[in-house]
């Protein structure tokens, strides 16, 4: 969930919604709303242009990517609204159901129900959903939270953006598209719900930001610092390649402008391999912050059921979002 523009923020104070617990006072991935003293609702929405070619991976990844802010709050799904958006005459009417029963079966699969949406026509295809989750008031996993000594755990590997930008270059090996489409349309279920169960003090998705970004969020909210171990980051197949080639999206020139400032690199890293840390994923991984013995657990759990995760750096201490690679 984006950041709430100035104008907006100056007409609703979070002072006068106590019952909005995430939302107004600062950014987060979704925001929230309690209900009673049990129970809150999240909501949040998310759509995007095609990143791939295949319409039901397209229509897959971009629910899987909406879905994935309830996951990152550490809640469960249990509606969602489709919003389509298409250019008429321009795309077939076998094209758009291959889209939305991509979100279709990708919404089922999170245990959520899709009750009907909104479609417009434009002059791109966009689509994606406005998802309504729930949780115990006392469950919700902040950006904010992290603390010293914490582990930091990424529970995909990166290199999104490299790929799908070679792939729109037609530069991209199928294998290489495959792995990375795979990667994207992975619910991050398990994970948030492990997180939930292990206690973390800290989530949040890796999504349009790269992990720089987004981990500078989590850092900065939390008020510390966080320190990785560049070669304990994971990255998708092909990532490298690409990346060594300077096949980059617009956004991580962006990413890099605005988040190089907080960042230092360490060692010799390459040009290259720095740029990748800035970005932009689409349906990435959780980024968690907990205990190491948690952390371990956490990590063995995942790979017991087929997914992996890596613990990829530590919560250092006190700061203001200051990230080092070394």
């Known amino acids: 969930m984006a950041q709430v523009l100035p104008p907006i923020a100056s007409i ?32 949040t929405v998310d759509f995007f242009t095609p990143i791939v070619d295949d319409p039901y991976a397209y229509g897959a990844i971009a629910a899987a990517n909406a879905l994935s802010d309830v996951y990152a709050m550490g809640g469960q799904p249990i509606l969602a609204l489709n919003l389509l958006a298409y250019p008429e005459g321009l795309i077939d ?56 000594g914490d582990a930091l755990v990424l529970t995909k590997p990166l290199g999104v953006g490299v790929i799908t930008t070679a792939l729109k270059r037609d530069l991209a090996f199928h294998d290489h598209v ?50 990785f171990n560049e070669a304990d980051v994971s990255f998708l197949d092909g990532a490298f390649y690409y990346a060594e080639q300077d096949i980059f999206p617009g956004g991580m020139g ?28 689409t349906s990435g991984g959780l980024l968690i912050a907990l205990p190491h013995e948690q952390a371990i657990k956490l990590i063995e759990n995942l790979q017991a059921h087929g997914q992996t995760a890596v613990i990829v750096g530590h919560v250092t201490g006190s700061g203001s979002g200051e990230l080092f690679f070394r």
């Open 12 to 43: 609703f104070e979070a002072r006068d919604y106590p019952s909005l617990l995430v939302g107004l006072a600062q950014p987060d991935d979704a925001a929230v709303y309690q209900l009673s003293e049990s129970q809150a609702i999240i909501s």
């Open 93 to 148: 009417a076998d094209t758009l159901r291959e889209i939305l029963r991509g979100g279709a079966e990708k919404v089922k699969e999170s245990g959520a129900v899709l009750a009907g949406g909104h479609t417009v026509t434009d002059k791109e295809p966009k689509y994606g959903l406005a998802v309504t989750g729930i949780i115990h008031p006392q469950s919700i996993l902040a950006k904010g939270g992290a603390l010293v």
């Open 178 to 227: 495959a792995r990375a489409t795979e990667s994207m349309m992975r619910l991050n279920a398990l994970a948030s719900r492990l997180a939930v169960q292990y206690r973390a003090h800290a989530m949040t998705d890796i999504t349009g930001y790269g992990l720089v970004g987004h981990a500078h969020e989590m850092a900065h909210l939390g008020g510390v610092q966080f320190s």
């Open 254 to 281: 962006r990413n890099k402008d605005y988040f190089e400032r907080f960042t230092t690199f360490e060692g010799i890293i390459p040009t290259w391999k720095q740029n990748l840390f800035f970005d932009p994923e």
